[in-house]
């Protein structure tokens, strides 16, 4: 779809694994993600949430 990127696009895309970016959008916290079929598609223009379990780098 034109647009829109896969889990495993979106992981590599922000360097973690396809999992969490699943996790990322089950729990609604990638804005515009929505699940087809059995497969999340993200925007393209989406940006990597904040992770809370680590510390801001200063």
Do not use: G, M
């Given at each position: 779809m034109n647009g829109y990127i896969t889990a495993q696009e979106a992981a590599e895309k922000w360097g973690i694994t396809v999992r969490q970016?699943?996790?990322?959008?089950?729990?609604?916290r990638i804005e515009g993600a929505a699940m087809l079929s059995r497969i999340w598609i993200i925007p393209e223009n989406a940006k990597k949430p904040i992770d809370h379990r680590r510390k801001a780098e200063k």
């Open positions: 970016v699943q996790l990322l959008c089950k729990n609604n």
